[in-house]
């Protein structure tokens, strides 16, 4: 499918796969233009103002006063509750801590479903971190409802679960990737808008598609970030630098992201995490929470993952010993007992 076509009065709009990001105000489109972003916190502030410099309407909301008035001192509209942003909104943005923050905001009394089955936007956006359940829940919830006013290119509203990897400086630099769910003919169409947030977006499959190639993901990361750092402890004590084996990591089979961008021992690589005591960056609590979303997300569908259950213990332990807000990386430290590199 090379795009979707959306009709608008007696002119036809493609957007597909060809759209690039940078794109004037001039050329968002009409079902595009006005966007109400709900969660402004270190990810979802990037994302907002993005969009905000590619032209876009944008309307914002938190529960954090201090977060709003950001925005506010800058002249950006803010509302009180999800619904408020709902009702000046063609698309709706959310960007929330958790499974139970995203089933609140949409369910709420003063949430993005509450003022019946009639909504005036016709898409929803949900691109935080939750399990596919709870995704395929709301999707179901928005399958029920009915819009305001009929649009020319589209009769129900829809959603898409677009959570995001890339961390606090992508989402800055507009360099976010995407990882999609929902109905394919809603992705083609809300690609200009994500692709004004990042360099990708990939489309997964169906309602919840998208947060579950965002657990294996994050637990694809922490495996990964787990045998890098145990190695570097283990070279530490037979006597090798940790410099050294990042030299040879970067150039051979064990070449990847945890020791070339992301590298978690001290005195190795300036500007990540390890270079500043492990402030910043992706918390061991968050990672915390993806992994039990990972493994609660195996479990019901009957699959065992051995190696995701052992990262999963390695980063409670963290959270439970003090670390949890730490970046995830300071397990080298904190776990394995790694030195700094002199």
């Excluded at 039990?292 to 990262?311: H, I, Q, R, T, Y």
């Amino acid at each position: 499918m090379a795009g979707f076509r959306w009709r608008v009065g007696f002119k036809v709009q493609t957007w597909g796969r060809s759209c690039l990001r940078g794109f004037s105000s001039a050329a968002i489109p009409t079902q595009l233009e006005n966007v109400g972003f709900i969660g402004l916190g270190n990810m979802g502030s990037h994302m907002a103002r993005n969009l905000i410099t590619a032209g876009y309407k944008v309307t914002v909301h938190d529960i954090n006063e201090n977060s709003m008035k950001k925005f506010s001192d800058d002249g950006i509209p803010t509302k009180q509750s999800p619904l408020e942003v709902s009702e000046s909104s063609d698309v709706v943005i959310t960007m929330l801590p958790s499974s139970s923050h995203v089933l609140e905001v949409y369910n709420g009394a003063n949430g993005l479903l509450g003022a019946g089955s009639r909504l005036a936007p016709w898409l929803y956006i949900d691109s935080s971190t939750v399990d596919p359940q709870t995704s395929r829940k709301i999707s179901a919830a928005i399958s029920r409802c009915h819009l305001k006013e009929i649009k020319g290119y589209t009769e129900n509203p829809m959603i898409l679960d677009a959570p995001v990897s890339g961390g606090v400086p992508a989402a800055e630099a507009g360099k976010l990737t995407f990882m999609v769910g929902g109905l394919e003919e809603a992705y083609l169409a809300a690609k200009p808008l994500l692709l004004s947030m990042g360099k990708r977006a990939i489309y997964c499959g169906g309602a919840g598609n998208g947060s579950a190639a965002k657990i294996c993901n994050n637990m694809a990361m922490a495996i990964s970030m787990l045998g890098v750092l145990e190695a570097f402890a283990l070279s530490q004590n037979l006597g090798i630098k940790a410099s050294a084996l990042t030299d040879i990591f970067n150039c051979s089979s064990a070449h990847c992201w945890s020791s070339d961008t992301y590298n978690p021992v001290p005195g190795v690589m300036e500007g990540v995490p390890s270079s500043r005591n492990y402030d910043g960056g992706f918390t061991s609590k968050l990672m915390d929470k993806d992994l039990d979303l990972a493994m609660a997300s195996a479990s019901g569908v009957g699959f065992k993952c051995p190696m995701g259950s052992e990262a999963f213990e390695i980063y409670r332990k963290l959270c439970e010993d003090g670390c949890e807000l730490k970046d995830f990386s300071c397990a080298f430290r904190h776990y394995y007992a790694g030195k700094d590199e002199e």
